[in-house]
């Protein structure tokens, strides 16, 4: 199946500086690569995606990249706030209709 | 966007019982929903995808008789722990995609905690 590697695990940073995660995936037939974002105790909220026909996709703040060649993506935060702070997931949609996750990045924006 | 619902949100039982969780899509019929696992810390672990009318498709390594999946209508699926040891103990979370959206943006079930002791 998709295999999602994610990095980094943890990722700090001042209020006000950018943020990148980064996943690679495997399966070349992936075509949709949704991010989530989890706040401690609560369900995963869907903050941006893209389709594999799109280089780049951007929504005020957040923005993401997508390299097909390479088969990786990323996620870019600018001006971070501390209400940035949470759990990030990528994931990748396999041609199966399957949505498998990264292993996560813990965000601090700290004040 | 569209709601999920999963009941309940936590439980404590004890060994050798059998849990049943919920998940429900309000306001849309999902013909397929997933379940995942989540420990600590760490990612969310695709287990099976639930379809309406047939036999849910385990992830390699997830035991179907242990975790038994029933998705009887396009808004409900269930899963359920049985004879659920200290290890089955997690963080058991659903999704659900609307096909008005063309099946892509996952919602999520708020989860349910389960504590064996």
């Known amino acids: 199946g998709e295999n999602v590697e994610q990095h980094p695990s943890t990722l700090s940073v001042q209020e006000g500086d950018s943020a990148v995660i980064k996943c690679t995936y495997s399966?070349?037939?992936?075509?949709?690569f949704p991010w989530y974002k989890q706040e401690l105790g609560k369900r995963p909220q869907l903050i941006i995606d893209?389709?594999?026909?799109?280089g780049e996709k951007k929504d005020q703040r957040i923005a993401v990249t997508l390299n097909k060649t390479a088969k990786h993506f990323s996620l870019h935060i600018t001006e971070t706030q501390p209400e940035d702070s949470a759990v990030y997931f990528c994931a990748a949609k396999t041609g199966a209709n399957n949505l498998f996750f990264g292993t996560g990045t813990r965000l601090t924006v700290i004040p | 966007g569209a709601v999920v619902s999963q009941h309940p949100s936590w439980v404590i039982c004890k060994s050798g019982t059998s849990v049943k969780i919920e998940c429900r899509s309000l306001d849309f019929q999902a013909t397929t929903m997933f379940w995942y696992r989540q420990f600590p810390k760490q990612s969310l672990m695709l287990m099976a995808t639930?379809?309406?009318?047939?036999?849910?498709?385990?992830e390699q390594g997830v035991e179907k008789d242990k975790f038994l999946i029933n998705h009887a209508s396009l808004t409900l699926s269930t899963l359920t722990v049985t004879s659920a040891h200290p290890e089955d103990s997690s963080f058991y979370i659903c999704?659900?995609?609307?096909?008005?959206?063309?099946?892509?943006?996952?919602?999520f079930g708020q989860g349910t905690r389960l504590t064996v002791v």
């Open positions: 999704s659900a995609r609307d096909r008005r959206q063309g099946y892509t943006e996952a919602f």
């Open positions: 893209i389709r594999s026909n799109v």
């Open positions: 639930s379809n309406e009318g047939s036999k849910a498709t385990y």
């Open positions: 399966d070349s037939a992936s075509n949709y």
